[in-house]
């Protein structure tokens, strides 16, 4: 029999958004830019400030690093009920940012017109901050979970992950052997639809193809005729690609998505009007129109080296997005698209997945979420970029985002996602605080 969770907020003698808006901006000011190779400044500071973070809170933590100064942070912490633990990762490293294109610097960790500014303040360091004001709040009044947590703090994601999550779970397995579920980004963010809030849980993933094509020729002066130019082979292939319209394709996740907004904006929901319905979330169709296709987005190109030499060779990158069901039709597509002569290698290849919407951990997501948004609707979404669960689901544990954020419905929040002006609204922060510290008594 499903045993009922306690309302917190009868027996809370703690605030668990006291101090999560200082961790954010902290978090913030430690540059962690990842340029996708090892010339940055790497996490080990952030990873050092996190384990200091938890040492306050009397719980032990271990840094393991991937390579010198990229540090990932793991902990243990509760339990005593039996349970598999439940591992709650995040990440801590941010893209690059150019401080000329912000209105503001963006390592400054600046709060302005209620807003904490800077890199990563929604990816990911504003989940970090919760997750640590929770635990250390939490820590501080007694009040560790019944359901013992692994805590993860990883380096390296927004570069596939592979000096960050990869390590671990390549190298250390048995850190997290126990689990059979995580909780990571990116989901229980709000979109309004038809003025009605909607937060999204992340229950699936595209998969992920970086690819270089590299297409070969003759090379020869510029001022004669060459029927064999590599510039020209790779310039048409890019070209194909990126002007092909991938047809819809729902998966089972889209599919609840779809309906639930369907009711809300009293439309049946069917793939022929799969594409309306996206556009009923507005801004945040631009995240949400990518998980209905799959998606080959052509991002650099190089060759050459004089105008008035052919090259022997021409190279462009690809970013390639697959749906989880639909990877046959995606690499098969895309060699079509490329044509003869062009050679495919992958930088990452990384699969999709996809966890059925269902069991005690949505339930608790759910309950946290109406608990402080009563006339709101919680529904799965499908996630185009990728995140860590890719590496910790190959030790065979559900996945699931859950990153609460309450937005307003003027604000373009997807497109904060590596963009220029990254903030996050103080009252957003506080309020996922909340709902993460709910989801901890249900879980």
């Known amino acids: 029999m499903e045993q009922a969770p306690r309302d917190p907020s009868q027996d809370r003698s703690y605030d668990a ?14 540059d962690t830019s990842n340029y996708g190779t090892d010339d940055g400044p790497g996490e080990r500071k952030a990873a050092e400030h996190v384990a200091t973070l938890l040492d306050e809170a009397g719980i032990e933590s271990r840094i393991i690093e991937g390579r010198p100064g990229r540090a990932n942070v793991v902990a243990r912490w509760g339990g005593g009920d039996g349970r598999a633990p439940l591992l709650l990762h995040g990440h801590l490293d941010v893209v690059p940012a150019e401080a000329s294109d912000w209105q503001v610097d963006p390592f400054g960790g600046e709060v302005r017109d209620g807003q ?11 989940f970090d901050a919760m997750l640590l004001s929770v635990v250390r709040a939490r820590a501080a009044a007694g009040a560790a979970p019944d359901r013992e947590l692994v805590l ?3 380096a390296d994601e927004e570069a596939g992950g592979h ?10 397995p048995d850190l997290f052997a126990d689990c059979t579920e995580a909780v990571g980004e990116v989901g229980g963010f709000s979109a309004t639809v038809r003025g009605r809030r909607v937060y999204l849980i992340e229950a ?4 992920m193809a970086w690819m270089r094509l590299t297409a070969r020729g003759r090379a020869g002066h510029g001022s004669m005729i060459n029927d064999d130019n590599a510039v020209t082979r790779l310039a048409g292939a890019v070209a194909r690609i990126g002007a ?13 998505l779809l309906a639930t907004v369907g009711e809300i904006a009293g439309i049946e929901a069917t793939p022929d009007n799969a594409e309306a319905l996206v556009e009923e979330f507005g801004d945040a169709a631009r995240m949400l129109g990518a998980v209905i296709r799959n998606t080959a987005n052509p991002t650099m190109l190089r060759a050459g080296y004089k105008t008035n030499v052919i090259p022997t060779d021409a190279q462009a990158t690809v970013d390639g997005r697959f749906l989880p069901g639909y990877e046959d039709e995606f690499f098969a597509t895309l060699r079509e ?9 992958f930088e990452s290849k990384q699969d999709p997945w996809e966890t059925p919407y269902d069991g005690d951990l949505v339930t608790a997501m759910t309950r946290s979420l109406l608990a402080e948004d009563p006339d709101a ?10 995140t860590d669960a890719k590496h910790f689901r190959r030790l065979g544990m559900r996945s699931y985002g859950f990153a609460p954020l309450r937005l307003p419905a003027d604000l373009d929040f997807t497109a904060l996602f590596h963009g220029v002006d990254e903030r996050v609204p103080v009252d957003a922060l506080e309020f996922g605080a909340r709902v993460f510290d709910r989801f901890l008594d249900q879980v």
């Open 17 to 30: 958004a006291a101090e999560v808006v200082q961790l954010c901006q902290d978090l913030i000011r430690i």
């Open 116 to 126: 904490v500014w800077g890199r990563g303040a929604v990816d990911m360091k504003d």
């Open 152 to 154: 993860c703090f990883t």
């Open 163 to 172: 000096h960050g999550a990869g390590i671990l779970v390549d190298d250390h």
């Open 204 to 207: 699936a993933e595209k998969g």
């Open 244 to 256: 092909h319209r991938w047809p819809v394709r729902l998966t089972p996740t889209m599919e609840v």
């Open 337 to 345: 698209l490329a044509g003869d002569g062009i050679d495919i290698e």
């Open 377 to 386: 609707v919680v529904a799965p979404y499908l996630m185009s970029g990728g």
